[in-house]
């Protein structure tokens, strides 16, 4: 089992899987730092980039940070291996007491943080952002919704409907996931399947802070 940090001050791991971000990685780290500054009294903070093969900047734009900030890390890939690969990658390395994922385009609001925390130190080892509303055409939800009903009906285990991958877990969640080992990891699944207690924080999706979303209807 991974050694935990046993410092004055508890560390929470922040996982940031990245795929050609490089504008808004800067943007995303001012609004996250500004998000977490009132924490800081009694937590440090390690932030995981993980690389997903980026063919832009992203890369440069993190070192370019990492010089400023010593507590900001990289994992990079030799290829794409995939979001939830990255994930699980950020996953592998964190050190926390609890480990915070969280994409870099805000659509996800790092402002919910604070909120998350507080509910783990309640004594909830997962605590999720629960989507009720996204900023798309209604068609788009819809389809969503159905989708996931669907595959949690022919699923082999359960997992959580509406929940976001923007989520904190507890090291004992962390090391409860990583030992399936699984070769198709799906992390809402991961998560359905380890039990513990569990918190949805319900909050309306924001729009991408800058650029274009990677994904589309088909995918």
Not at 40 to 67: C, G, H, M, P, W
Request: charged share 25%; glycine share 6%; aromatic share 12%.
């Amino acid at each position: 089992m991974k050694k935990i940090e046993t410092a004055s001050k508890k560390l929470i791991s922040i996982i940031c899987p990245v795929h050609n971000e490089e504008q808004t990685v800067p943007l995303f780290y001012n609004r996250l730092t500004k998000a977490i500054a009132g924490l800081r009294s009694k937590y440090d903070f390690e932030l995981i980039f993980t690389n997903n093969s980026s063919q832009d900047r992203t890369l440069d734009v993190i070192k370019e940070l990492r010089a400023k900030d010593q507590s900001v890390q990289v994992i990079t890939f030799s290829r794409n291996f995939g979001y939830q690969a990255s994930l699980v990658a950020g996953l592998q390395n964190a050190k926390g007491l609890s480990s915070i994922m969280i994409d870099v385009d805000c659509e996800d609001p790092p402002e919910m943080i604070p909120k998350f925390v507080n509910e783990w130190e309640k004594g909830y080892d997962i605590v999720y952002g629960k989507r009720d509303k996204r900023p798309e055409f209604i068609g788009i939800q819809l389809a969503r919704k159905a989708f996931y009903r669907i595959t949690r009906l022919i699923a082999d285990y359960d997992f959580i409907l509406d929940m976001a991958e923007f989520s904190l877990v507890s090291a004992r969640v962390r090391e409860a996931i990583l030992q399936n080992r699984t070769t198709f990891p799906f992390i809402r699944t991961e998560i359905g399947f380890v039990g513990f207690k569990r918190k949805g924080i319900s909050y309306a999706r924001q729009h991408r802070i800058v650029g274009k979303s990677h994904y589309n209807f088909i995918r």
